[in-house]
């Protein structure tokens, strides 16, 4: 930090007022235009999200439905002991590991080999649907390629076991269905 002010006091003595102000309002109009820039990249990735989020989901899920799922999400913690159990005095409990639920999925039940079976459990609109979408979303736009497919399917739907059916046989063992139960 000190070099860049020496460097900085250096410029100004040199070419005065007019040149160090010359500068300064080119590095501002810089990150000025940096900051537009990265500002598009955004908008330009999450519409493209969107897409690949619309063109996958679809007959299952609609635009609106995606929309308002993704738009204002924010993310649950999940908990290895139930809540109702955490304070019972007969527990064995030293604490209750809470962390944010999608990261637990990503980083740990999707790492694991072997049959594993996970079921989320909450009332009607506590946003079991909004947080299966999100866990898609981000399990597909991961930074390093996903290992697995992924597939997200409404239970109930009609003809639902004829999409699960038409996954190829090859492509099986390496796809991980989620199930929302309409």
Same mark, same amino acid.
């Given at each position: 930090?000190?070099?860049? %002010? ?7 003595? +040199?070419?005065?007022? =007019?040149? %160090?102000?010359?500068? &300064? ?23 493209? +999200?969107? +897409? ?14 995606? @929309? ?10 999940? @908990? ?9 005095? +007969? ?48 399990? &597909? =736009? ?9 597939? &997200? %399917? ?17 492509? @099986? ?10």
């Amino acid at each position: 930090m000190k070099e860049i %002010f020496m460097a900085l006091q250096e410029l100004f003595t +040199r070419s005065g007022w =007019h040149g %160090f102000a010359g500068i &300064l309002s080119l590095i501002v109009t810089f990150f000025g235009a940096f900051q537009v820039l990265w500002s598009l990249l955004r908008k330009v990735w999450n519409s493209a +999200r969107q +897409r690949a989020l619309l063109r996958d989901l679809h007959p299952f899920y609609t635009p609106e439905d995606i @929309q308002r799922a993704t738009q204002y999400y924010v993310e649950t913690k999940c @908990q290895n002991v139930a809540p109702s159990k955490a304070e019972e005095p +007969r527990r064995g409990y030293a604490f209750a590991a809470r962390e944010n639920t999608i990261s637990f999925f990503l980083k740990k039940a999707f790492k694991q080999d072997g049959a594993q079976f996970y079921i989320i459990l909450a009332d009607s609109g506590m946003g079991k649907t909004t947080f299966l979408i999100n866990l898609y979303l981000r399990y &597909l =736009h991961q930074f390093f390629a996903p290992k697995y497919q992924m597939k &997200l %399917f409404p239970l109930g739907w009609p003809n639902i076991d004829q999409e699960i059916e038409s996954i190829a046989k090859d492509e @099986q063992k390496n796809t991980i269905l989620l199930f929302r139960c309409v």
